[in-house]
Structure formats: C-alpha cells, structure tokens
C-alpha cells in the first residue's frame, strides 16, 4: 500500500520567504510522485512530478521539488513567496507499474503574510 | 495541458433527488476517469475507477447504488448521486487519464449541497 504524509496543516509565510511544504511518502515500488495546488471551489492544478528521472523536479510558478530516497521524502521549495501563492497543496503518490490510483495526502494550507 | 470540463460546478437540490454530474475529456481520450470526493478543509478521497464500456470499480466503503457511475464513450463519465441527502452534500472531483501517456488531468470540481 502506498501512503503520503503532508506535515503541518497550515503554513505562513511572508511574501519573499522561502515556501516549504514538506511530504513524506511509503510506498513498496518505486514510486510516482506528484504536488497539485488547489484554489479555492476549484479543481486540482499539477505542479510537478516525479517520475524516476532527474531527483531534483522543477515545476510551474518558480515551484521544485526533490526526491530523496533515503528519507522518503519529495519536499516542496519555492525561494521566494508570492502573494499568489496562497492555495492548498496536495502531495499524491501513485504506484509506476500501470496503476494510475493516486493517494493524496491531506493537504497544506499555505498563508502568505504580507 | 488537456482539458477535463465538469458540469454543473454548483448544484443545489432538495433532499430525495438525484443529481447528475457529468465529466468530459475535451481534447483527449480517456479510457479511465476517477471520481473523487472532498470534504471541506480535507483531503480527497477517491470514491471509484471509471473505465469507458466497463462497470466502475469502488473504493471500499462507498455505496455503488448510491453513487452510479457511467462511462460510456472515451470523452465522458457522469457521477449520479441517487436520493441525495444532505450529508451527500461535499465538493465532487474527476480526473481522466490520457490514452497515451497515462498523465491524469483533473476537472474543476463540481460542488453538491443538498437541502
């Protein structure tokens, strides 16, 4: 069985600050791994994904991601916050050998101090 | 990036009804579609698997004769919630895979409240 765990509900930071949002995957296969963002009374928008390339994972809107094997983990980075940037973010696993199921995680609330 | 449309976004009914939601591939085929429900401030949940001329697979725990899913040609699925309630009120979400590459695309949520 696969599994993500998002740590921290709600993050704050100030516009400028670097975002971090943190997840932590179990998974018996290798694994796909996946950050979406969603706004508010809207679906679910990619913004990156791993898929047993490259460990380090650039995204869209200045986001990245890397994967680190030994520590079970796919954090998110962003140098600087924008005020855009406010959303949910869901990490998701999904196993690579044909299954397209995603587990999500249960999300990130991330708050940008002016 | 291909497009997945859901419709209606917003619905509102009265206890008893059944609500249809519909979900479309627009510039793609998709031979599997997923339903996902979303409680407010949580996660998804995946409710079931929707392959196009098959019966739809279920999560455990959810209710196939409440919740009927149809997927009858590769652009569309539709989710009906049958003698809805008012704890059926949450937000609904579908995602569709592409043929080709597998790559899941999602729709822009369709959120039930049931009086």
């Known amino acids: 069985a696969q599994s993500v765990t998002q740590l921290g509900s709600h993050v704050s930071v100030s516009e400028g600050a670097l975002v971090l949002l943190r997840c932590n995957y179990s998974s018996s296969v290798p694994p796909y791994l996946f950050w979406y963002v969603q706004y508010p009374n809207q679906g679910l928008q990619l913004l990156l994904k791993y898929t047993s390339a490259a460990t380090l994972v650039k995204g869209i809107n200045g986001f990245e991601a890397e994967f680190k094997k030994s520590e079970t983990s796919f954090h998110l980075t962003k140098p600087s916050a924008h005020m855009s940037d406010a959303a949910e973010y869901f990490c998701a696993v999904r196993s690579s050998f044909g299954n397209e199921k995603l587990t999500f995680g249960t999300g990130t609330r991330l708050t940008i101090i002016p | 990036g291909a497009v997945v449309s859901q419709h209606p976004s917003r619905v509102i009914c009265k206890s008893g009804t059944s609500v249809k939601i519909e979900c479309r591939s627009l510039d793609f085929q998709a031979t599997t579609m997923f ?16 392959n196009e001329g098959s019966k739809a697979t279920y999560e455990q725990g959810v209710e196939k004769d409440k919740f009927l899913i149809n997927h009858a040609s590769l652009t569309l699925s539709t989710l009906t919630v049958t003698s809805a309630h008012p704890e059926d009120s949450s937000f609904y979400i579908c995602s569709a895979s592409t043929v080709n590459t597998g790559e899941l695309f999602f729709g822009e949520g369709s959120r039930l409240t049931v009086l």
């Open chain 2, 35 to 50: 339903w996902y429900r979303q409680f407010p401030k949580q996660s998804l949940m995946l409710m079931a698997t929707s």
